[in-house]
């Protein structure tokens, strides 16, 4: 067997080095403060997803006398799981969905007040769950049921448009009407690369609407289901930085840094979910961190032909 060559301790010193650098990303850029002027409008797709995105951010805009608002595109009554442990049926009926749905909505309501933002700026557009990016992409202007709760229009007498039967049209109608009503300098929406269906129709919802009115640039993305294992570590690390999602690889990412009051706010918001917490608590600990990520594009920009 042929002897190896020995190798310098300085090629075995500067191969670690290496393997350093390359394990420690670079920090992410820092996003600034919200602008005390600012009208922030956070779009969330169910339930919970305003506090697992933007609670830290929602808090620390309002301690600053930034106007926010949000808006819930569904009431989340699709997630059967989570019907079978909290109404304790092995098989839920979509009556049972329905009271899932009131549960959640009043939850929102809870974590909203939590996060400083008034009863008149929270919306509640009640679309079906499971059902928005099948609305904007074959029910545009053609009927729509929903398999969870039975409803064909909106059921909720809280919601923007009661009585509004499901199509995209009216989904879009109802969305735009909420933005001319907020008007808002910052919208907080969910990326089109987010695992969830509800979440990339959301995403797409809003890029329509804000791109007629030429006002993308007052847009940024979020991503809450971000691939298998992610958050990681799951359970609560208020002071680790949140990282970028398996899902966001490539997106611009800003991290907004946020103070320990927002951090507190944030996971009492997280725990006024408390029909979520009893499936998914761990997971959803996760998401209070030091930071909240948010990106200027919608997916991972383009490499350009030639680029290196
Ligand atoms: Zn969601």
């Known amino acids: 067997m042929r002897k190896r060559p020995p190798i310098p301790a300085l090629a075995v010193l500067a191969t670690m080095a290496m393997a350093v650098t390359a394990a420690a990303p670079a920090p992410l850029p820092v996003m600034p403060p919200v602008d005390p002027a600012a009208r922030v409008l956070v779009v969330a797709p169910h339930p919970d997803d305003e ?3 933007c609670g830290g951010l929602i808090d620390m805009a309002r301690r600053a006398g930034a106007d926010v608002s949000i808006v819930w595109v569904t009431s989340g009554e699709g997630f059967r799981l989570d019907a079978m442990v909290v109404e ?3 098989r839920p009926r979509q009556a049972d969905m329905r009271l899932l749905a009131r549960r959640r909505i009043q939850e929102a309501h809870d974590a909203a007040a939590l996060l400083g933002v008034d009863r008149d700026h929270q919306y509640f557009l009640g679309y079906p769950d499971r059902g928005v990016l099948r609305l904007l992409l074959d029910r545009y202007s053609s009927p729509y049921r929903s398999k969870y709760s039975g409803a064909d229009a909106v059921p909720w007498e809280q919601a923007l448009s009661p009585g509004s039967p499901y199509d995209g049209a009216n989904l879009e109608n109802d969305f735009a009407h909420v933005i001319e009503r907020v008007r808002p300098t910052l919208v907080l929406a969910p990326s089109p690369n987010d695992t969830h269906p509800d979440h990339r129709g959301t995403g797409i919802l809003v890029m ?11 847009v940024r993305f ?3 289901h971000g691939g298998r294992g992610w958050p990681k570590p799951a359970g609560l690390n208020a002071s680790l930085p949140q990282t970028v999602p398996p899902r966001g690889k490539g997106m611009p990412w800003e991290q907004f840094e946020l103070d320990d009051e927002a951090r507190e706010a944030k996971r009492l918001a997280v ?3 408390e029909t979520q917490l009893k499936v998914m608590g761990s997971v959803m600990m996760g998401y209070v961190r030091a930071t909240e990520l948010y990106s200027r594009t ?3 920009q383009p490499v350009t032909e030639g680029s290196p």
């Open 88 to 90: 304790r049926k092995l």
């Open 208 to 218: 329509r609407i804000m791109g007629t009115r030429g006002e993308m640039d007052r």
């Open 271 to 273: 725990r006024a979910h």
């Open 51 to 53: 506090s697992l995105c």
């Open 298 to 300: 919608p997916t991972a």
């Open 222 to 224: 979020w991503i809450v």
